[in-house]
């Protein structure tokens, strides 16, 4: 079992940076990959990356590539999405997930066992 929980949101002006983190409980944090999603008002849960347990591997989305990195620092129990030249269009809940890691890298919103209770990122001046 793992617990999540997303801290670093807030307002922040278009074309600023941002950095999110992710703090998880437990012990086997590292055997853990984890992924970011964002769901914007009236719109689905989005996928933005994933970041492998060991840290060796990131997957991510075509819309943020470029401007988003994810990045963890297991000894924390932590995982960071920094997000640079925002947009208002990234305005949005941002949540962090976990799945116990496999060869392939999750994705997909039903591939992730646990989820944290998002924090608002809102880019607008």
């Known amino acids: 079992q793992v617990q999540l929980l997303e801290s670093g949101g807030g307002l922040v002006q278009p074309g600023g940076s941002l950095r999110l983190s992710c703090a998880a409980s437990?012990?086997?944090?590292?055997?853990?990959?984890v992924g970011w999603f964002r769901q914007a008002p009236g719109k689905e849960r989005e996928f933005i990356g994933t970041?492998?347990?060991?840290?060796?591997?990131?997957y991510y989305a075509d819309s943020v590539k470029g401007r988003f990195t994810i990045s963890r620092d297991n000894a924390k129990n932590t995982v960071y999405l920094q997000m640079n030249s925002l947009k208002p269009e990234d305005t949005a809940v941002y949540y962090c997930?976990?799945?116990?890691?496999?060869?392939?890298?999750?994705?997909?919103?039903?591939?992730?066992?646990?989820w944290g209770q998002g924090t608002q990122v809102t880019v607008s001046s």
């Open positions: 997930a976990a799945k116990s890691a496999t060869v392939r890298i999750p994705s997909r919103r039903y591939e992730f066992d646990y």
């Open positions: 437990g012990r086997t944090f590292n055997s853990y990959a």
């Open positions: 970041i492998t347990g060991s840290g060796g591997s990131t």
